[in-house]
């Protein structure tokens, strides 16, 4: 016998849940065979412990750090802690002066370095360069299309300037070679670059001596041109050609404001006049006293938008974006101390936790089976379902995208408890609804479906808008319980779709839910209705007895029925008195 349509669209939506769940389990299995997936989600630093780092500002003479700029410098060391994809890490102040950041586990490289890189951001002109004598130099790769090009460096160190004791004039300009004199270029030629941890920041009015990121060559850049602060935005992507073409290349592209636009413009009209061979061509991109990056100027800048380009991949661009657009700091930081701490919760609360979530389990679990009898075994198997999928998403989430499970995230899952139950509690009693109504099985499933599913989105909109508005205005541990709470929400729709709704359309063709069987939950006798033939139903005359079945008819009864059942009585007892008369 061929199967009906809704039982063919019941197994069809169970193929797609289990299409899904095996996805999931062989993505993460493959990840934890071939990468660094791990089958149990990574734990926050109040379950788990991690690294705190304090960082002390670093001040010139005779200045302090207000309470607005460490503010500041917290909310943006967080964008950039959060850009490096770590979960659930927490920055706040100390002392007053002092910024902490506390991050789980153990980080790794990178995100040490975007932490420890929180020094003011400064662009500053190339008055000089050479290879550092401890370092090999890279040849200069090749130019691409675009206002500017790669900070690769020439093996041949740039000739000496003619020097004095003292400027022979006043420097007109930042890239008047004036500003170096015998005393500074003899320091700079005695500079050693492994000696640049210790060095102390320059005022942004006078020349730097300093070194690239890796060491190789050293630089004297003249005074401080544009700040870091004017820089609004920064993204990183392929570079295209002027014909909109890709180079295959990997850019960076920052956006400044209107006043870091017009001093991008003044500084590449001014070194677009030199020789490409003239180090002051180029200026140098300079974060924690280091330069991260030193382009050559291919053309004026006019627009705020340059584009940098050179032998990066895709993650050393996002780096560089990411401390672009994040690195702008008002003061500069030092690391004070880097230690690691213990987890401030701990195992004992992590288990208080499941313990409670399984108490709350339990009890959804035999309210079900009271309320619903042998149906409540739907909630069950939809509640396991659920949570498997569940902490398959977790996991997935916590190895590619860096989720770290907190105990806020953990009362996020114990919530979802509920909120799951709820879509079965409305589902069920719409199904018994149309039984009352005088339906079949079959038909109330169908029927009740319709009209529970606007009910259950109309709730699910509501709980997502909520975690969505949570997630995007709060901070640190809430964020992580507005998370677990969009995923259970949107979890919950799917279960109820593809596992809850088919499993009842496969039970109503089964004799024993269909016959309507005292303990399936969906007698038909219990909720209120009589068959009268051809699957029509009545309402049970009144009658003095007050059998099981009448009294849960009549607790049952919404308030419609019993206006109704009023209303009829009371016609009743008109005629009666009418005839009487």
């Given at each position: 016998?061929?199967?009906?349509?809704?039982?063919?669209?019941?197994?069809?939506?169970?193929?797609?849940?289990?299409?899904?769940?095996?996805?999931?389990?062989?993505?993460?299995?493959?990840?934890?065979?071939f990468g660094?997936?791990?089958?149990a989600?990574?734990?926050?630093?109040?379950?788990?412990?991690?690294?705190?780092?304090?960082?002390?500002?670093?001040l010139?003479?005779?200045?302090?750090?207000?309470?607005?700029?460490?503010?500041?410098?917290?909310s943006?060391?967080?964008?950039?802690?959060?850009?490096s994809g770590?979960?659930?890490?927490e920055?706040?102040?100390?002392?007053?002066?002092?910024?902490?950041?506390?991050?789980?586990?153990?980080?790794?490289?990178?995100t040490?370095?975007?932490?420890?890189s929180?020094?003011?951001?400064?662009?500053r002109?190339?008055?000089?360069?050479?290879?550092?004598?401890s370092?090999?130099?890279?040849?200069?790769?090749e130019?691409?299309?675009?206002?500017?090009?790669?900070?690769g460096?020439?093996?041949?160190?740039?000739?000496?300037?003619?020097l004095?004791?003292?400027?022979?004039?006043?420097?007109?300009?930042?890239?008047d070679?004036?500003?170096?004199?015998?005393?500074?270029?003899?320091?700079?030629?005695?500079?050693?670059?492994n000696?640049?941890?210790?060095?102390?920041?320059?005022?942004?009015d006078?020349?730097l001596?300093?070194?690239?990121?890796?060491?190789?060559?050293?630089?004297?850049?003249?005074?401080?041109?544009?700040?870091?602060?004017?820089?609004?935005?920064?993204?990183?992507?392929?570079?295209?050609?002027?014909?909109?073409?890709?180079?295959?290349?990997?850019g960076?592209?920052?956006?400044?404001?209107?006043?870091?636009?017009?001093?991008?413009?003044?500084?590449?009209?001014?070194?677009?006049?030199?020789?490409?061979?003239?180090?002051?061509?180029?200026?140098?991109?300079?974060?924690?006293?280091?330069?991260?990056?030193?382009?050559?100027?291919?053309?004026?800048?006019?627009?705020?938008?340059?584009q940098?380009?050179?032998?990066?991949?895709?993650?050393?661009?996002k780096?560089?974006?990411d401390?672009?657009?994040?690195g702008?700091l008002?003061?500069?930081?030092?690391?004070?101390?880097?230690?690691?701490?213990?987890?401030?919760?701990?195992t004992n609360?992590?288990n208080?936790?499941?313990?409670?979530g399984?108490?709350?389990?339990?009890l959804?679990?035999i309210?079900?089976?009271?309320?619903?009898r042998?149906?409540?075994l739907?909630t069950?198997a939809?509640?396991?379902v659920?949570?498997?999928?569940?902490?398959?998403?977790i996991a997935?989430?916590s190895?590619?995208?860096?989720?770290?499970?907190?105990?806020?995230?953990?009362?996020g899952?114990?919530?979802a408890?509920?909120?799951?139950?709820?879509?079965?509690?409305?589902?069920?009693?719409?199904?018994?609804?149309?039984?009352?109504?005088?339906?079949?099985?079959?038909?109330?499933?169908?029927?009740?479906?319709?009209?529970?599913?606007r009910?259950?989105?109309?709730?699910?909109?509501?709980?997502?808008?909520s975690a969505?508005?949570?997630?995007v205005?709060?901070v640190?541990?809430v964020?992580?319980?507005a998370?677990?709470?969009?995923?259970?929400?949107?979890?919950?729709?799917?279960?109820?779709?593809?596992?809850?709704?088919?499993?009842l359309q496969?039970?109503?063709t089964?004799?024993?839910?269909?016959?309507?069987?005292?303990?399936?939950?969906?007698?038909p006798?219990a909720?209120g209705?009589?068959?009268?033939g051809?699957?029509?139903?009545?309402?049970?005359?009144?009658?003095?007895?007050?059998?099981?079945?009448?009294?849960e008819?009549?607790?049952?009864q919404?308030?419609?029925?019993?206006?109704?059942?009023?209303?009829?009585?009371?016609?009743?007892?008109?005629?009666?008195?009418?005839?009487?008369?």
């Amino acid at each position: 016998m061929a199967r009906t349509t809704p039982v063919k669209n019941a197994w069809r939506a169970i193929v797609w849940l289990t299409t899904i769940t095996v996805g999931l389990t062989v993505v993460i299995g493959a990840g934890s065979i071939f990468g660094s997936a791990s089958w149990a989600p990574k734990l926050a630093l109040d379950l788990e412990g991690g690294t705190q780092i304090v960082l002390a500002p670093l001040l010139e003479s005779g200045q302090t750090v207000s309470g607005e700029q460490l503010s500041q410098a917290v909310s943006i060391i967080r964008d950039r802690v959060d850009a490096s994809g770590v979960a659930e890490a927490e920055v706040t102040t100390q002392g007053g002066s002092n910024v902490v950041v506390s991050i789980p586990g153990v980080p790794d490289e990178e995100t040490l370095n975007r932490i420890q890189s929180s020094a003011k951001l400064e662009f500053r002109p190339v008055l000089y360069t050479e290879v550092a004598s401890s370092s090999t130099a890279e040849p200069t790769p090749e130019s691409t299309d675009g206002a500017e090009t790669p900070d690769g460096e020439s093996a041949t160190a740039t000739p000496a300037p003619t020097l004095a004791t003292t400027p022979t004039a006043t420097p007109t300009d930042a890239s008047d070679l004036n500003w170096i004199t015998e005393s500074l270029f003899d320091e700079y030629t005695n500079f050693d670059c492994n000696s640049l941890d210790n060095f102390s920041v320059a005022p942004s009015d006078e020349p730097l001596i300093t070194c690239d990121a890796d060491d190789a060559f050293k630089y004297i850049l003249g005074p401080v041109e544009v700040e870091g602060s004017t820089i609004t935005d920064a993204t990183s992507g392929m570079v295209t050609s002027s014909q909109g073409v890709s180079t295959g290349q990997w850019g960076v592209f920052p956006t400044f404001n209107d006043a870091g636009t017009e001093e991008v413009a003044a500084m590449t009209t001014r070194l677009f006049g030199y020789d490409e061979t003239d180090p002051r061509n180029r200026f140098g991109i300079v974060l924690d006293g280091r330069v991260i990056s030193a382009p050559t100027t291919q053309g004026i800048i006019t627009g705020g938008n340059p584009q940098i380009s050179g032998s990066f991949d895709q993650d050393s661009a996002k780096v560089l974006a990411d401390q672009l657009k994040f690195g702008a700091l008002p003061i500069g930081f030092e690391v004070q101390s880097n230690e690691t701490i213990s987890a401030t919760l701990g195992t004992n609360q992590l288990n208080s936790g499941i313990i409670a979530g399984l108490v709350g389990l339990l009890l959804v679990v035999i309210y079900s089976l009271f309320q619903y009898r042998l149906l409540g075994l739907v909630t069950v198997a939809s509640l396991i379902v659920a949570g498997v999928l569940t902490y398959l998403v977790i996991a997935y989430l916590s190895w590619r995208y860096g989720y770290r499970l907190s105990l806020a995230g953990v009362a996020g899952l114990i919530v979802a408890i509920g909120f799951t139950a709820d879509s079965f509690i409305v589902y069920f009693e719409r199904i018994r609804d149309e039984l009352r109504d005088g339906r079949s099985l079959t038909g109330a499933v169908e029927f009740g479906w319709k009209r529970a599913l606007r009910t259950i989105l109309a709730a699910k909109a509501v709980n997502l808008l909520s975690a969505v508005v949570l997630f995007v205005l709060a901070v640190g541990n809430v964020r992580g319980f507005a998370l677990t709470l969009g995923i259970t929400t949107v979890i919950d729709v799917l279960i109820v779709v593809l596992f809850t709704h088919p499993m009842l359309q496969l039970l109503a063709t089964t004799k024993f839910f269909a016959s309507g069987h005292p303990i399936s939950g969906l007698d038909p006798k219990a909720l209120g209705a009589v068959y009268r033939g051809r699957a029509q139903f009545r309402s049970p005359a009144a009658t003095k007895a007050t059998t099981g079945a009448g009294r849960e008819a009549a607790r049952r009864q919404t308030i419609a029925e019993r206006k109704a059942a009023e209303m009829a009585g009371a016609a009743k007892d008109s005629s009666s008195v009418g005839k009487e008369s």
